[in-house]
């Protein structure tokens, strides 16, 4: 999107050696560019400004009778800089500062799990004082405490660079990670050492530059000699961050950000960082299972089932529907595709996320959120259940000094649930009721860069907001971005895949048997559709990695894999395809392997062996011509009003098959809880933390009642997994009522 | 040259508390005078003073004050913050402006909120200091009824509100840059400079930070002239100071002096000399953190560049005198404890220094340490001076190189004797640095040594 | 439930006075603290933030940086003795001593009764008229061994 203006080059002088840099490029880079190594520990650009606080980085600066903190130096005309290299003076104040950041540092390196990548130990080899001056008992306090089930914190390591406290105040803001006391009694600590529980709290662990946090689910895995680094892509949610899967022994051991600067800036989620576990999950299919009469399932091998695939399919005819998890690599979801249109003869899918091809005049990189005037985001999903990292994007642009305005039942402006259409009409035809959007409306037309950002599911592939996007650009607006946000990890991928085969679609057709249903992955199952369905077919073909409800209405299941164990390429929400590696190799063959087998039998050739072109850091393909040729999409009517409260669920970013089986992330997982609107709680007298009743035609529910001032009046949110059988109506009442 | 009552005249006679006394004697005619002028010319007046920061640093008021951005310029609100803070051991002379003269403090105040066009002034009061926040705010309130703050003062078309803001006991809120992440709500913890808060302090915006006595001189020298103000005292050291006497001295108390007196002159004719027929030992000019003095002394004028020719500070014009009974090493050691006690644990040398300083100190007195170690306090002090993100740990590690350097003997004695060569006989035997409860507390959960 | 509103209001009042309102962090803890008998149990920091739209653990962040905070309970009635150097040169360690004595509490403790909570302070501001001890936010200056009992006194008869 926004191309910011070439900053003009100064001259500075750096050991002598004279170079041209950016004015305002940070010394600390400056100097790296000419391969001088400044020492530093708490200089981190990614959570803030420069700090200063360590001291490691202290370098003479001509005309300056102190040393200064090179971190906290920018590149200006005629700056003359002296690093240790050549400063005897600096030399001296690093050696100082490198002796006082140790006189309390345990020399436990030999059992620290940072040992062997840990910055201070590789200082102090080079540089460090071989003997300590320090005759005194150094500061002791218990050893590592938990801070939450993911996270250890050994307060006896910790130097206190504030990395992680900025990091959860600056980047994440979830302000739960703090430094308290003073002086040298300063510890870090949450609030009455409560769990941190916040999405992006396992971030903090790569930050620290000592092993003073460090998570409990690589605690002594590994040690960095035994292990092996391979570059792929997160696959759990549409952003697609960017990760190292660490392994050892054909294990991954965990799971390392591979920083992105345009997708993810190299933060990743809890999800991303610590669900890898569920690949070793006791329950997980590994042969495949066939229902037999009378008998239940009965593990079979690849080539009976190979055989009782071909014959339900054949049986079923060309009345098939193939149910898309989203989680499917597009070489994978371009075979399934291929396989039930070319070789079935059928075209019925359900695509979990659809995507409107007129929206790539619209694409633009994550990064560019935070350059954006104005980020409006729209639908009632929480951007941080969907997309996480977009919601680090937003604070961005937020402190960054735009304006982000979040139009939902819980936004800044308030509206009713499900009215986003609505909203996107109102505010292109100008119509400007709700009239609190006036004041949104007047923003966009005043601003020259724009974020739209869509967080619910959309049928229409996009529409609705892609049409708002082109009424602004035809207003005039130079930067126009659109996110729209699908609900798999690679659904749009998916979708891509299988219009290239042919636009047509038809939809599974109501009531009526069909011959056979294929299930492609467990995520599948979160379409309420599928289960129907399931129930009016003969035959059910599903791959799935753990038994579900749906395995049970299966009659063959084929294990399925996850994204650490296949190659393949995911298109994330920003329409950019990556490169997925094969971390670990699969109990079985794959799906790629299977569905290339099965094609055979149908005289159909697929290749079993994904070929990814892309890079290891993919760029993202430029976007389309303007060319919005969609008509405005009618904005549904609203529900009805009705007696009650109306409920929102949203998906929590931690559940699904993944997170249920890392015992680490349960607390992580939704509370059983109610989120009321202040005014609603005190109309029934509900006081924040007490149980209340939810209840509506038949099914009632016990929750704990969270208040939210951000709420709307007359508005309830649960998520999806506490609100299964209530009604979009509900009554809500005290327990003991 | 001896006692010269310039900010405290007539406080003697009268309440000047009260705004009708205080007007009796002139007040707010300055005000009214400032605002018939041209901002630049008032300024101009500052400049022509030359009179000096009175809260430690000693930057030229009228120069800091002439790198803020003129309103005009200045897309940002601007700021004027008044450091209140007053904490720095053995200084208690703003609370002794605040609570006889605070109509003068103010006045001050409102005189340079109007020379930086700013409309809104912070007064940052010490947390301790509940009598004299009383004080102030009554004087506030009084002079709003009056007029001379608000909106539309004295009919000029400026308004003008000012919040006084209740510190919380931190040492290190008196720094500019703590007292402004303080006032922001946060731990009180330096930043670094640049930028300066002329160009972004309080919000990022330009902000103008002056201690109580610095600001109470304004409206006297609106009212003489800065020509005329200049010519008190002595060269770079223009007026006068009211300077903080305490320790073993008979008059402990302030006294406002022609900058340029001696020390002499205050600790004998005004002071009445040491107590209890003792020997005068050393003198500590400036407050806890400069470098201390020996008897022989004493004859150093009270000024900028001559405390500097001696190798100190006049720093806050806090004199603390120290007779005889007083071992330089305990001297040390507490001294030591209090900028531990007050370090605010960001940057490492300070935290960890002034930690290591006193474990040193203590072993010292103790009689425990061997002649290695005292070399290594040195070299700690050393290690610590310059190196800092703000000047606390200077303020540690310089006076306690000066009771090294200059009482090196004594510390010696220490070593050789194996012990405290006063025995229980120093005036300091046994005093601890503060308990803090929450300190207490959390070192029953996780070890946390705050003292030696 | 109403106690806590109205410190809502509260603070939400002296929040207005500033340009952004995470300034009135300091009043907002001494307004809880008030209310709290002296200290700041876990739930003030909870209705602080509230009304602040900051996290507790922001708040009990801040207010561990500051000797004026209390995160213990603590007697009805402070007292503080400055120790700091003027003070010590004249006498103070005696003056806390005799305080220790009297109340048979040592530095940092509270009496039995949590009548009286005894700690050290740094440097008050007095030094002149040392040695400093401040009661209850009130300065005595100065103050010898010799008048504490009468403090102690007057404190315990609860005046
Ligand atoms: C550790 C430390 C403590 C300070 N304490 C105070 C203080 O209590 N009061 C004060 O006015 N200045 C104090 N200062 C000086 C301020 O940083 C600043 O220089 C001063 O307030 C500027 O006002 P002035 O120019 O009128 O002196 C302190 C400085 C340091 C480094
Ligand atoms: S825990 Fe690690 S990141 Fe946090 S302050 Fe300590 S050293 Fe820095
Ligand atoms: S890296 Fe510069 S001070 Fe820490």
Redesign the interface.
């Known amino acids: 999107m926004s191309t910011q203006p070439q900053p003009e080059l100064v001259t500075v002088t750096i050991d002598g050696h004279e170079l041209q840099a950016p004015r305002g490029q940070g010394m600390v880079e400056t100097a790296a560019s000419i391969g001088i190594e400044i020492p530093v520990f708490c200089y981190e650009p990614r959570v803030g400004p420069p700090l200063g606080a360590c001291r490691m980085c202290l370098c003479e600066v001509e005309g300056l009778p102190k040393l200064q903190a090179a971190c906290t130096l920018t590149a200006t005309d005629g700056l003359v800089l002296k690093t240790a290299l050549t400063s005897e003076k600096a030399a001296d104040g690093q050696d100082a500062i490198l002796e006082f950041i140790l006189l309390n540092h345990p020399l436990d390196c030999p059992d620290c799990d940072k040992g062997g990548e840990c910055p201070l130990q590789d200082l102090t080899f080079r540089f460090g004082p071989g003997t300590t001056r320090m005759h005194f008992p150094k500061r002791t306090f218990d050893k590592p405490i938990p801070i939450s089930p993911l996270i250890a914190l050994d307060r006896e390591r910790c130097i206190l660079c504030y990395r992680c406290t900025r990091f959860s105040e600056n980047v994440s803001e979830d302000g739960q990670l703090v430094a308290i006391n003073r002086g040298a009694s300063s510890v870090i600590a949450t609030f009455e050492d409560e769990p941190y529980r916040a999405h992006f709290s396992g971030n903090v662990v790569e930050l620290c530059p000592v092993g003073a946090l460090t998570s409990t689910t690589y605690r002594f895995r590994a040690r960095p000699w035994e292990i092996q680094n391979v570059p792929t892509v997160c696959g759990l949610c549409p952003v697609g961050c960017n990760v190292w899967a660490t392994t050892r022994e054909g294990k991954v051991a965990r799971v390392l950000s591979r920083n992105h600067p345009e997708i993810h800036e190299g933060w990743l989620c809890d999800k991303g960082r610590f669900a890898y576990d569920h690949l070793r999950a006791e329950d997980r299919i590994r042969t495949p299972l066939l229902r037999v009469r009378r008998r239940g399932f009965q593990e079979v091998s690849f080539d009976e089932a190979l055989d009782a695939a071909e014959a339900g399919l054949r049986e079923a005819g060309s009345s098939i529907v193939v149910a898309f998890s989203g989680g499917e690599t597009v070489e994978q979801a371009t075979a399934l595709a291929r396989l039930v249109r070319e070789g079935l003869g059928s075209d019925s899918a359900l695509l979990p996320d659809d995507w409107d091809r007129g929206l790539a005049a619209f694409r633009a990189p994550l990064s560019a959120i935070q350059d954006a005037e104005v980020c409006l985001v729209l639908g009632d999903d929480p951007v941080v259940e969907r997309a996480p990292v977009v919601d680090l994007w937003l604070r961005a642009a937020r402190r960054a000094g735009g304006r982000v305005i979040t139009v939902s039942p819980a936004g800044d402006v308030q509206v009713a649930p499900g009215s986003a259409p609505q909203v996107c009409a109102a505010l292109r035809e100008g119509n400007m009721a709700p009239k609190e959007l006036r004041e949104t409306a007047k923003r966009l037309r005043a601003a020259e860069r724009i974020a739209l950002v869509w967080s619910a599911d959309d049928p229409t592939g996009g529409r609705h907001v892609g049409s708002l996007a082109s009424h602004l650009h035809e207003n005039g607006q130079a930067d126009v971005a659109v996110y729209a946000l699908p609900r798999t990890p690679n659904g749009r991928g998916v979708a891509e895949a299988w219009h290239a085969l042919g636009e047509g679609r038809t939809e599974p057709p109501e009531e009526a048997e069909i011959g056979a249903l294929i299930v492609s992955g467990d995520e599948a199952g979160h379409n309420r559709r599928v289960g129907e369905l399931a129930q009016r077919a003969r035959f059910v073909l599903t791959t799935a990695m753990f038994q579900s409800d749906l395995t049970a209405w299966s009659h063959l299941v084929l294990p399925g894999t996850s994204y650490l164990e296949r190659e393949g390429t995911f298109v994330n929400l920003e329409g950019r395809p990556q490169r997925l590696r094969r971390a670990v190799v699969p109990s079985g063959p794959d799906e790629l392997e299977w569905l290339a087998g099965l094609a055979g039998r149908f005289e159909l050739a697929v290749d079993p062996w994904a070929a990814p072109s892309t890079a290891e850091q993919a760029p993202l393909p430029p976007g389309d011509e303007f060319a919005w040729t969609q008509p405005d999409p009618q904005a549904p009517t609203g529900k009805p009003a009705g007696p009650g409260l109306e409920l929102v669920r949203y998906r929590a970013l931690f559940s699904g098959a993944a997170v249920e089986r890392v015992p680490q992330l349960q607390f992580q997982r939704p509370g059983l809880e109610v989120e009321l609107a202040y005014e609603d709680a005190r109309t029934r007298e509900i006081a924040a933390g007490e149980t209340v009743r939810v209840s509506s035609n038949g099914t009632s529910k016990e929750l704990r009642a969270t208040l939210s001032r951000r709420l709307r009046t007359g508005v309830v949110r649960i998520a999806g997994e506490h609100a299964e059988g209530l009604a979009d109506r509900v009554q809500v009442e005290k327990a003991d009522a | 040259m001896a006692l010269r009552k310039l900010l405290l005249a007539h406080a003697d006679e009268r309440d000047l508390t009260k705004l009708a006394e205080y007007e009796t004697v002139g007040g707010y005619e300055s005000l009214r005078r400032a605002l018939g002028m041209e901002r630049q010319a008032v300024l101009d007046e500052l400049l022509a003073a030359d009179v000096r920061g009175r809260g430690g640093a000693g930057f030229p008021m009228g120069r800091k004050a002439s790198f803020l951005p003129k309103p005009e310029d200045s897309s940002k609100?601007i700021y004027l913050v008044v450091n209140a803070d007053?904490?720095?051991?053995?200084?208690?002379k703003d609370?002794e402006i605040m609570l006889r003269v605070p109509h003068l403090f103010l006045e001050g105040v409102f005189i340079a909120a109007n020379t930086i066009g700013s409309n809104?002034a912070f007064i940052y009061l010490?947390?301790?200091?509940?009598?004299e926040y009383e004080v102030v705010v009554a004087a506030l309130e009084e002079a709003r009824e009056a007029g001379y703050v608000g909106k539309d003062v004295l009919g000029s078309g400026w308004d003008l509100a000012v919040?006084v803001?209740?510190?919380?006991?931190?040492?290190i809120c008196g720094e500019e840059t703590g007292l402004l992440e303080?006032?922001?709500?946060?731990?009180?913890q330096p930043r670094?400079k640049p930028p300066f808060p002329a160009i972004s302090g309080l919000?990022a915006s330009p902000t103008l930070i002056n201690n109580v006595e610095t600001l109470a001189t304004v409206p006297k020298i609106v009212q003489m002239g800065g020509e005329a103000y200049a010519r008190l005292g002595v060269e770079h050291s223009a007026g006068t100071r009211v300077f903080?006497?305490?320790?073993?001295v008979v008059n402990?108390?302030?006294y406002e002096l022609e900058l340029g007196t001696s020390l002499r002159e205050l600790i004998y004719d005004l002071g009445g000399g040491i107590p209890d027929g003792r020997e005068l030992k050393a003198i500590?000019p400036g407050g806890?953190s400069v470098p201390v003095l020996t008897a022989a002394e004493v004859d150093t004028p009270l000024d900028f560049d001559s405390m500097a020719a001696a190798g100190t500070m006049l720093g806050s014009g806090?004199v603390?005198?120290?007779?005889d009974r007083?071992c330089m090493v305990q001297?040390g050691l507490?001294?030591a404890q209090?900028y531990?006690?007050?370090?605010?644990?960001?940057?490492?040398?300070c935290?960890?220094?002034?930690?290591?300083m006193v474990?040193l100190l203590h072993k010292i007195e103790e009689g425990d340490a061997t002649q290695g170690?005292l070399d290594?306090l040195l070299d700690v002090c050393d290690?610590i001076l310059?190196?800092?993100?703000c000047p606390l740990g200077d303020a540690a590690a310089m006076p306690v190189a000066s009771y090294v350097a200059r009482f090196r003997e004594e510390y010696q004695r220490h070593i050789d004797e194996g012990g405290c060569p006063f025995g229980d006989e120093s005036?300091?035997?046994?005093?601890?640095?503060?308990?803090?409860?929450?300190?207490?507390?959390?070192r029953a959960?996780?070890?946390?040594?705050?003292g030696p | 439930m109403s106690a806590a509103s109205t410190l809502y209001d509260r603070i939400r009042e002296v929040a207005a006075q500033y340009p952004e309102s995470r300034s009135a962090v300091l009043p907002a803890l001494r307004l809880a603290q008030e209310e709290n008998g002296g200290w700041l149990p876990p739930e003030a920091f909870r209705e602080v933030g509230d009304a602040l739209e900051l996290t507790p653990a922001y708040c009990k962040a801040v207010a561990s940086f500051y000797d004026m905070f209390h995160l213990a309970p603590v007697g009805r009635h402070m007292v503080e003795v400055c120790t700091n150097v003027s003070c010590a040169l004249v006498g103070a360690q005696q003056v806390l001593e005799a305080f220790e004595r009297e109340l048979d509490a040592q530095a940092g403790e509270t009496t039995a009764d949590g009548e009286i909570t005894l700690r050290t302070v740094e440097c008050a501001g007095g030094c002149g008229w040392g040695t400093v001890v401040v009661v209850d936010h009130r300065y005595r200056e100065p103050v010898q061994p010799a008048d504490v009992p009468g403090i102690v006194r007057e404190l315990r008869s609860g005046a």
């Not at chain 2, 803001?165 to 040492?171: D, E, F, N, V």
């Not at chain 2, 531990?340 to 040398?349: A, I, N, R, V």
Request: hydrophobic share 30%.
């Open positions: 609100r007053e904490s720095e051991p053995g200084t208690f609370r809104l010490r947390g301790e200091y509940l009598r919040v803001h209740r510190g919380a006991g931190a040492y303080s006032l922001e709500g946060r731990r009180g670094t919000y903080s006497l305490s320790g073993n402990g108390g302030n500590i806890s806090a603390i005198v120290i007779d007083c001297l507490r001294v209090f531990m006690h007050e370090s605010c644990g960001k940057c490492t040398p935290r960890e220094g002034t930690r290591w474990q170690e290594v290690r310059g190196n800092c993100l005036s300091l035997k046994g005093v601890l640095a503060p308990v803090d409860q929450h300190h207490a507390r959390l959960e996780i070890e946390v040594p705050t």
